[in-house]
Nanobody
Framework: QVPLVESGGGSVQAGGSLRLSCVAS????????MGWFRQAPGKEREGVAV???????SYADAVKGRFTISKDNAKNTLYLQMNSLKPEDTAMYYC???????????????????WGRGTQVTVSS
């Protein structure tokens, strides 16, 4: 069973919005840390937003004030609401989990052991 499955990506114009979803096969309430990462062609993977089991969140500076990460533990689903999208937000977005709570705020992908296959977000100017 695939542990994480993303959806919700698509193509939008600058200024538009998208909501990404990540359905987990395991109980999200027990996950110390879950997050969204992205990778654009030719660029390194970037931690976009994370949420720890106590509800604390951390965002990359590039998305602060525009993106919101949340969880619905009853549905075992992680979300990323993306508003005021910019062309530089274009990337493949991945859901991940596995980091411990103490390392969650670092938004470092290397601490996460479980990854989805990604969903593409394309923002045109």
């Amino acid at each position: 069973q695939v542990p994480l499955v993303e959806s919700g990506g698509g193509s939008v114009q600058a200024g538009g919005s998208l909501r990404l979803s990540c359905v987990a096969s395991r109980n999200t309430a027990r996950r110390d840390c879950m997050g969204w990462f992205r990778q654009a062609p030719g660029k390194e993977r970037e931690g976009v937003a994370v949420i720890s089991s106590d509800g604390r969140t951390s965002y990359a500076d590039a998305v602060k004030g525009r993106f919101t990460i949340s969880k619905d533990n009853a549905k075992n689903t992680l979300y990323l609401q993306m508003n005021s999208l910019k062309p530089e937000d274009t990337a493949m977005y991945y859901c991940a989990e596995g980091a411990g709570r103490a390392l969650c705020h670092t938004r470092e992908g290397r601490y996460h052991g479980y990854w989805g296959r990604g969903t593409q977000v394309t923002v045109s100017s």
